[in-house]
């Protein structure tokens, strides 16, 4: 059953005009902000050495003067955020209810979806990573212009490429937690419009409440800034954390989301609430 979701979540994804779209404002923006980091730099300076094409790669993900962190869970909304609600509005939920139980079901679904968005992800990322080889030079980093970059600069300095692929897949754990977050939201809300982007602004306004802890709790709320979402996504380049720490974070909050997404799934069958007539 999960091949079969898998494959058709897939097509439905590829033959979707809009991700492609999505694709494409992606890659502007993210062109976008290279030139803005670009404007940023002291190119007067004789002594300045422009940065490696992996640097603006990585300094484009967030923190200083990158901002994709806010932009790539929007990747996954715009990508998969409908396809649940649209099963549910469709006969197509009851024909699958009655060939499975619902936990497997929901488990199976849960997961499809999220390797669909992850792998979507890693196409958008990709194409970026592409995009700043092609216009920035292959060379090797620089420490001394690593004035924001504290995640993992030992990696950075010996495996640019091992240290892309890293920021990738934390890129992709992201859109699969993210997936089970949306999921959440589609069992509970009837409204199309809603299920789709409901888990963005949630996501804005959770981070947010975090980050400004600090602000209320003194240096107490500072865990809570670093541990927020929008850190997670991009933020924590400007910090000195373990590699292990990204997919152990993602990890535990899709584990929970999964949790919670089946439960309120069961509840909702029980209660005859799930299906729209």
């Known amino acids: 059953m999960l091949f079969r979701l898998f494959?058709?979540?897939?097509?439905?994804?590829?033959?979707?005009?809009?991700?492609?779209l999505t694709i494409i404002i992606y890659l502007v923006i993210g062109y976008a902000n290279f030139m803005f980091i670009i404007s940023e730099q002291p190119f007067a300076n004789p002594y300045f050495i422009q940065p490696s094409a992996f640097e603006y790669f990585v300094q484009v993900q967030g923190g200083g003067s990158g901002f994709l962190m806010i932009i790539l869970p929007l990747l996954v909304t715009l990508a998969i955020g409908d396809f649940f609600i649209k099963e549910r509005q469709s006969s197509m939920l009851s024909f699958m209810l009655m060939r499975t139980s619902s936990m497997?079901?929901?488990?199976?679904?849960?997961?499809?979806?999220g390797l669909a968005s992850s792998i979507f992800l890693f196409v958008c990322q990709i194409l970026l990573f592409a995009l700043a080889l092609i216009l920035f030079?292959?060379?090797?980093?620089?420490?001394?212009?690593?004035?924001?970059?504290?995640?993992?600069?030992?990696?950075?300095?010996?495996?640019?490429?091992?240290?892309?692929?890293v920021i990738i897949i934390n890129s992709c754990l992201m859109a699969f937690c993210f997936s089970t977050f949306s999921v959440i939201v589609s069992v509970i809300v009837k409204n199309f419009y809603a299920a789709m982007m409901l888990p963005y602004f949630l996501f804005i306004i959770v981070s947010e409440m975090l980050n400004s802890l600090p602000m209320i709790l003194g240096a107490g709320g500072s865990l809570f800034h670093h541990f927020s979402p929008l850190s997670m996504i991009g933020g924590y380049i400007t910090r000195d954390i373990d590699l292990i720490v990204l997919?152990?974070?993602?990890?535990?909050?899709?584990?929970?989301?999964?949790?919670?997404?089946?439960?309120?799934?069961?509840?909702?069958?029980?209660?005859?609430k799930i299906l729209i007539s």
């Open 7 to 20: 494959k058709e979540d897939l097509k439905r994804l590829f033959l979707k005009k809009s991700a492609y």
């Open 104 to 113: 497997s079901y929901i488990r199976n679904r849960i997961t499809s979806l």
């Open 247 to 272: 997919p152990l974070y993602w990890l535990t909050l899709t584990i929970i989301n999964a949790m919670l997404a089946t439960i309120l799934f069961n509840i909702r069958i029980n209660n005859d």
């Open 137 to 165: 030079p292959i060379n090797a980093p620089l420490e001394e212009n690593q004035g924001m970059v504290f995640f993992a600069l030992d990696l950075l300095m010996n495996s640019p490429w091992v240290y892309s692929f």
